[in-house]
């Protein structure tokens, strides 16, 4: 708004300097007439020359012709370089910025991977740590969650295989009534109502449903009922069982095993949660924790891989200490963070001065 202003007043400078020449032309003679009249000397001779030649309407009018539209382009020239040089002070701002981020990226990159270093080689029982970046877009009647790698840690001789990117997709009406229901329940844990009717709703539907008609919404089903009986279960011991028969359980189970869906399960349930690898290989008997977190106003959930044979007994010792490792983790990774975010302060304030 500044620029456009000052091009105005600008250009108003040049008409008014070329109505000015037209009337210095056109009403010269006038003036001449007054100063002559009054004067004597030899200024007043040349004048008197200068008078006396009388110069022709024509030929002012033909100097006007030219004299306003030359200003015009002198003008034009002017805002156009203008024009093209605030044009190029926007694209290195924009290059600036972007080389900028892309530093920042670096750095909080280089800074993840030295806390998972720290954290994974502190802990003996403790074999990989990943970071997964995830957000979550409404479609037509679903929503899809894309979770994609950011970096990990392994230690040496053991097998990883992290997932690389991958798009998960839930039901719309499921998906809110269970958010709503957990983030009521996590509210105040003795506010079970929401959660119960989430859970007979659900295993009353896939209890009439055929087995042979069973399918992957089925199962998600299925998951999100059971994740909800076991977070019941850590405030009112004995909430374990869920009445689906034998046959259905294991075909639920069996596409369960198929999808993967540890990570976006601890996506969904909002906080703590752990799961095992219930498949074959190196990776058997695996153990992982998971937690949402916020880094730089973006979503992350971390992964956290253990062998379980090395955990306390038992099963309050053992929950205690995996709840302890995910507090652990986050701190170090808040700590590291404020510590980069002051050393920006004092080096804006280093350029500024």
């Known amino acids: ?18 109505f000015l020449l037209v009337c210095a032309v056109v009403f010269y003679p006038l003036i001449l007439d007054i100063w002559i009249e009054n004067g004597s000397g030899s200024m007043y001779e040349f004048f008197q020359k200068i008078y006396d030649k009388k110069l022709p309407t024509i030929y002012t009018i033909l100097m006007l012709s030219l004299a306003i539209p030359f200003l015009y382009w ?10 093209k040089h605030e044009q190029e002070i926007r694209e290195t701002s924009r290059t600036l910025l972007r080389k900028y981020r892309e530093l920042k990226e670096f750095d909080q990159r280089k800074t993840l991977s030295i806390v998972m270093k720290k954290f994974c080689l502190k802990h003996d029982l403790i074999t990989a740590v990943q970071i997964y970046n995830y957000y979550e877009v409404p479609e037509k009647n679903i ?85 909800s009986i076991n977070v019941l279960s850590n405030y009112y011991p004995g909430v374990n069982r869920i009445s689906i028969s034998t046959a259905k359980v294991n075909k639920l189970e069996s596409i369960l095993k198929e999808q993967r869906l540890g990570i976006y399960r601890g996506i969904l349930s909002g906080g703590f949660y752990t799961f095992l690898y219930d498949g074959k290989g190196t990776k058997e008997g695996r153990q992982y924790i998971t937690n949402p977190i916020i880094i730089s106003e973006q979503k992350y959930i971390t992964l956290i891989t253990l062998d379980p044979e090395l955990l306390e007994d038992e099963e309050d010792g053992r929950n205690q200490q995996l709840h302890g490792f995910i507090v652990e983790f986050e701190n170090m990774l808040h700590d590291a963070f404020e510590i980069e975010y002051n050393n920006d302060i004092e080096g804006d304030e280093y350029n500024a001065v």
């Not at 708004?1 to 070329?18: D, L, V």
């Open 1 to 18: 708004m500044k620029n456009k202003w000052s091009k105005i007043f600008k250009f108003s400078i040049i008409i008014i300097g070329a």
């Open 74 to 83: 002198v003008y034009s020239k002017y805002i156009q370089e203008g024009d």
């Open 143 to 227: 929503m899809r969650c894309k979770i994609k790698h950011v970096d990990g840690f392994v230690k040496d001789r053991q097998d990883l295989n992290g997932m690389i990117q991958q798009n998960y997709y839930i039901s719309k009406s499921i998906f809110k009534e269970y958010k709503k229901a957990i983030n009521k329940f996590f509210e105040d844990v003795n506010n079970v109502r929401l959660l119960l009717n989430f859970i007979l709703k659900y295993v009353n539907e896939i209890q009439i449903k055929p087995l042979n008609k069973i399918n992957n919404k089925d199962a998600m089903k299925y998951a999100l009922i059971s994740d």
